[in-house]
């Protein structure tokens, strides 16, 4: 297996990078994808520390605007209520919340499956996300 210029394995350094995506560890997977697109010559490598910011933004970004509805909705609630309009969105708060307990689990198993298959040296394919890592990277 292919070592990276620090002395450790590709594989290693790609399953670190998707394993921050379990912790949030955002700081670390952005200052590790950096050093890796600065440093490291190694396209797969590459490739994976890009996917694994890429996946944990778009998480992030999908469970914050889920979140956002029902702090709309509380707003709307509490406007309501100053002309004596009932206004609930319990049942709603709580799909959303089922939504993104649903993310989270999908995210935990996600950045499992994909830091085991780096240690072994290869990737799970994520449409989306390989044709946009493909695009911009050539």
């Given at each position: 297996m292919q070592k990276t210029k620090l002395g450790i394995p590709?594989?290693?350094?790609?399953?670190?990078?998707?394993?921050?995506?379990?912790?949030?560890?955002?700081?670390?997977?952005?200052?590790?994808?950096?050093?890796?697109?600065?440093?490291?010559?190694?396209?797969?490598?590459?490739?994976?520390?890009?996917?694994?910011?890429?996946?944990?933004?778009?998480?992030?970004?999908?469970?914050?605007?889920?979140?956002?509805?029902?702090?709309?909705?509380?707003?709307?609630?509490?406007?309501?209520?100053?002309?004596?309009?009932?206004f609930t969105y319990y049942t709603f708060s709580t799909i959303i919340s089922v939504f993104v307990q649903i993310i989270d689990i999908l995210r935990y198993v996600l950045f499992i499956i994909l830091g085991v298959k780096a240690l072994r040296g290869r990737s799970v394919a994520i449409p989306i996300v390989d044709s946009l890592i493909y695009k911009y990277m050539g």
């Amino acid at each position: 297996m292919q070592k990276t210029k620090l002395g450790i394995p590709v594989g290693l350094l790609a399953a670190g990078i998707y394993f921050t995506g379990l912790f949030g560890g955002y700081l670390v997977a952005v200052l590790l994808t950096a050093y890796v697109l600065l440093v490291e010559d190694d396209e797969w490598l590459r490739r994976s520390s890009v996917k694994a910011v890429i996946l944990m933004a778009v998480l992030s970004l999908t469970t914050t605007i889920l979140g956002f509805f029902p702090d709309v909705l509380g707003v709307i609630s509490s406007f309501l209520s100053i002309f004596g309009v009932n206004f609930t969105y319990y049942t709603f708060s709580t799909i959303i919340s089922v939504f993104v307990q649903i993310i989270d689990i999908l995210r935990y198993v996600l950045f499992i499956i994909l830091g085991v298959k780096a240690l072994r040296g290869r990737s799970v394919a994520i449409p989306i996300v390989d044709s946009l890592i493909y695009k911009y990277m050539g």
